[in-house]
């Protein structure tokens, strides 16, 4: 456990862990949660003490931490988004593990993930940072004396040394989906289950991914419409979603599983009647296979 100090709020890293509350919106990134440690803090429309208040959360409630704002964490509280003052909350961010960066020159630290988003740092080749959420690419990370900011996952390297073979972005999270997801080994099938202890197949995938801060769309035919971009089978990684059709079927796919490696997914089966693992290479699930979505 790593504990960190800017001006007067806390950040506890804790590694090995995707605890995340709730999902916040489209593959939504999640920092980690906060505990209010004023009697009451306010809720705000954006980081400032001037801008309108939205909400109050009491000591002792929990917030869910979506990213950092100079001073402010915008947060998830009560359904709603906004901003609250760090000096007041105790943040608790998850962590993928450590990274080294592997830049010739300086690698950007950007206030978001992606370039348009400001530089506020760079660091050298070999700089070890803690990575504590993932977005579109990028790798959101905790570095130096209480630092974060965000960095392309194409300079970064999952481990502690500079020289170790590298590790293609994302592995460590696909890991994590891909155990999370076999705790439901045997959850019963139920149509229209939303889970935890009944499950249909996209309410299957849906609840997988909402617990890692990723909000997919309910159905099956609509997460291959409208989740991730396109894999091809050759292409294919674990936690990546893969999707089949019944014959004569009318809507874009009937069915969804996550692949977890090897030639095997894992789903939320009318035909075994529970959550189960399958073969993809053969067999039905080879014949009526039509695609496959990476969300991360």
């Given at each position: 456990?790593?504990?960190?100090?800017?001006?007067?709020?806390?950040?506890?890293?804790?590694?090995?862990?995707?605890?995340?509350?709730?999902?916040?919106?489209?593959?939504?990134?999640?920092?980690?949660?906060?505990?209010?440690?004023?009697?009451?803090?306010?809720?705000?429309?954006?980081?400032?003490?001037?801008?309108?208040?939205?909400?109050?959360?009491?000591?002792?409630?929990?917030?869910?931490?979506?990213?950092?704002?100079?001073?402010?964490?915008?947060?998830?509280?009560?359904?709603?988004?906004?901003?609250?003052?760090?000096?007041?909350?105790?943040?608790?961010?998850?962590?993928?593990?450590?990274?080294?960066?592997?830049?010739?020159?300086?690698?950007?630290?950007?206030?978001?993930?992606?370039?348009?988003?400001?530089?506020?740092?760079?660091?050298?080749?070999?700089?070890?940072?803690?990575?504590?959420?993932?977005?579109?690419?990028?790798?959101?990370?905790?570095?130096?004396?209480?630092?974060?900011?965000?960095?392309?996952?194409?300079?970064?390297?999952?481990?502690?040394?500079?020289?170790?073979?590298?590790?293609?972005?994302?592995?460590?999270?696909?890991?994590?989906?891909?155990?999370?997801?076999?705790?439901?080994?045997?959850?019963?099938?139920?149509?229209?289950?939303?889970?935890?202890?009944?499950?249909?197949?996209?309410?299957?995938?849906?609840?997988?991914?909402?617990?890692?801060?990723?909000?997919?769309?309910?159905?099956a035919s609509t997460q291959l419409l409208n989740d991730g971009r396109a894999v091809s089978r050759s292409e294919l990684r674990p936690g990546d979603l893969v999707f089949f059709k019944n014959p004569g079927e009318t809507k874009a796919c009937s069915h969804v599983g996550i692949y977890i490696g090897n030639g095997q997914f894992i789903h939320a089966s009318s035909g075994a009647g529970k959550?189960?693992?399958?073969?993809?290479?053969?067999?039905?699930?080879?014949?009526?296979?039509?695609?496959?979505?990476?969300?991360?």
């Amino acid at each position: 456990m790593r504990h960190f100090k800017k001006q007067t709020f806390r950040t506890t890293v804790i590694a090995g862990t995707l605890a995340l509350l709730c999902a916040t919106g489209a593959s939504a990134a999640v920092l980690g949660t906060g505990t209010v440690e004023a009697s009451a803090l306010r809720l705000r429309q954006s980081a400032s003490t001037n801008a309108a208040i939205i909400g109050t959360a009491y000591r002792g409630e929990q917030v869910t931490v979506l990213e950092q704002a100079g001073d402010w964490y915008k947060v998830s509280y009560a359904g709603a988004e906004g901003y609250m003052h760090g000096d007041y909350l105790n943040v608790t961010v998850n962590s993928l593990g450590s990274g080294v960066v592997t830049v010739s020159g300086s690698l950007n630290v950007r206030t978001g993930p992606g370039v348009s988003y400001s530089r506020i740092d760079g660091l050298s080749n070999g700089t070890v940072v803690e990575l504590t959420g993932q977005e579109n690419g990028w790798y959101a990370i905790s570095y130096g004396q209480g630092k974060t900011g965000w960095v392309s996952g194409d300079y970064i390297r999952l481990g502690t040394a500079a020289g170790e073979s590298g590790t293609p972005v994302g592995t460590a999270l696909e890991e994590q989906i891909v155990a999370y997801a076999k705790r439901f080994l045997g959850v019963p099938y139920v149509w229209a289950g939303n889970g935890p202890d009944v499950f249909d197949c996209s309410g299957f995938t849906k609840y997988v991914y909402t617990h890692f801060g990723y909000n997919i769309y309910r159905t099956a035919s609509t997460q291959l419409l409208n989740d991730g971009r396109a894999v091809s089978r050759s292409e294919l990684r674990p936690g990546d979603l893969v999707f089949f059709k019944n014959p004569g079927e009318t809507k874009a796919c009937s069915h969804v599983g996550i692949y977890i490696g090897n030639g095997q997914f894992i789903h939320a089966s009318s035909g075994a009647g529970k959550v189960t693992i399958s073969d993809l290479t053969k067999g039905w699930y080879y014949e009526k296979y039509v695609g496959a979505k990476r969300i991360l």
